[in-house]
C-alpha cells in the first residue's frame, strides 16, 4: 500500500511539474505564431500598399502616353503633307512608350509575400505586368525597324510615317488594353488594404 501512494504521490509530482511546463510552452508556441502572422499581415499591408502606389503611377503613365500616340496617330492620319516629318509637330516628343515601373511587383515576387495574395489579385497582377513587358518589346521593335532603315535611300519620309502611324495605332491599342487592366488591379488592391 506503502508503495502505491508513493507511486501515486510521484505521478502527481510529476503531472503538477510537466502540466505547467507544457503549458508555458504552448504559449510561447501560440505568442510566437500569433507575432509571425502580425509581422506577415504588416508585410502584406505594406506590400500591398507599395503595390498600390506603383499601379497608380503606372495608370497615370499610361494615361499620358495613351493621349500623345492617339495625337500622334490621329494627325499623322490626317498629313495632307506625306513629305513631312512628325518632328515638325509641335507636340513631338519621340517613339517613347511610357516609363512603367515594376520594381514593388519584383520585390513582392522574390520575397514570397505575392503567395500570401489571393488568386484573382495574382491573376490581375500578372496580366498587368506581362502587358507592360508586351508594350515595352513592342515599342522597342519598332524603334529598331526605324532605325535600321535611317540612312537607306528607300526609306522615305512617307515610308517613314506609315511605320510611325502603324506604331502609334498598336501603341494605343495596347495601352488601351493596359490602361483598362491597371485600373481593374488598382480595384482589387484597394478592396484589400486598410489606407488607399
Do not use: C
Amino acid at each position: 500500500m506503502n508503495k502505491k501512494k508513493k507511486l501515486k504521490k510521484l505521478l502527481y509530482e510529476a503531472f503538477v511539474l510537466f502540466v505547467p511546463v507544457m503549458l508555458g510552452v504552448y504559449l510561447g508556441l501560440l505568442a510566437n505564431n500569433w507575432s509571425k502572422e502580425k509581422e506577415e499581415k504588416e508585410q502584406s499591408e505594406k506590400v500591398l500598399q507599395n503595390l498600390f502606389q506603383e499601379i497608380n503611377n503606372n495608370l497615370i503613365s499610361t494615361e499620358e502616353s495613351l493621349a500623345y500616340f492617339v495625337q500622334l496617330r490621329d494627325s499623322i492620319y490626317y498629313l495632307e503633307n506625306r513629305s513631312s516629318l512628325p518632328s515638325n509637330f509641335s507636340f513631338w516628343k519621340g517613339l517613347n512608350p511610357p516609363l512603367l515601373k515594376d520594381a514593388s511587383f519584383q520585390s513582392a515576387t522574390l520575397s514570397g509575400v505575392l503567395t500570401r495574395f489571393d488568386i484573382d489579385l495574382l491573376e490581375q497582377l500578372s496580366s498587368v505586368y506581362k502587358l507592360q513587358d508586351d508594350l515595352e518589346l513592342q515599342s522597342n521593335t519598332y524603334v529598331q525597324s526605324v532605325t535600321s532603315q535611317i540612312g537607306d535611300e528607300k526609306f522615305t519620309n512617307n515610308k517613314y510615317l506609315i511605320i510611325l502611324e502603324n506604331y502609334a495605332h498598336d501603341q494605343v491599342s495596347t495601352e488601351e488594353r493596359l490602361l483598362s487592366e491597371l485600373m481593374k488591379a488598382k480595384e482589387i488592391i484597394s478592396e484589400k488594404i486598410v489606407n488607399p
